[in-house]
């Protein structure tokens, strides 16, 4: 899913089984739900944190992240396992932090996603020369939000 910002306008793409569609809204009418409306086939999108997913739609953190790996190898060329990461690392990860987690749904299905998480030093460090790799996430190089102090 690519995400950028024009002065006010919000612009979303995200790829489905059929094609990569485009919605677009201002973001002053973006109902406070997180919906957008479009026209075309994606007719209803909406944001839903990683649990609400797995409560709402009844399915497993598991096959949640199944479908964000799906998309990373739908979106991304020449991606490998090394820049990916496993399933198993996700899912930990997923347990310990499910409030970094963020699906883009088009009805039941997860056309999108995102992921934030605080990266130790060294990790981060990597980060700024593009050195680090999804694959090297792990929960030992994560730092624990939420609690007191500076990030």
């Known amino acids: 899913m690519e995400n950028k910002t024009f002065g006010r306008s919000i612009i979303v793409s995200a790829t489905t089984k059929d094609d990569t569609k485009t919605i677009s809204a201002e973001a002053a009418n973006i109902p406070k739900d997180n919906t957008s409306q479009s026209s075309s086939s994606m007719a209803h999108l909406i944001t ?48 310990a932090f499910p ?40 929960i030992d190089t994560i730092e624990h939000m939420f609690l007191p102090g500076s990030y």
């Open 99 to 138: 409030e970094t987690w963020y699906m883009l749904m088009n009805d039941d299905e997860i056309v999108g996603y995102w992921h934030f998480v605080c990266l130790n030093d060294e990790n981060f460090e990597k980060s700024k020369t593009g050195e680090l790799l999804d694959g090297d996430v792990t």
């Open 48 to 95: 839903l944190s990683g649990q609400q997913v797995v409560d709402k739609h009844e399915l497993s953190v598991e096959q949640v992240l199944e479908r964000c790996i799906e998309i990373d190898y739908e979106t991304m060329e020449n991606l490998t396992e090394d820049s990916e990461g496993c399933l198993n690392q996700w899912v930990e990860i997923f347990y």
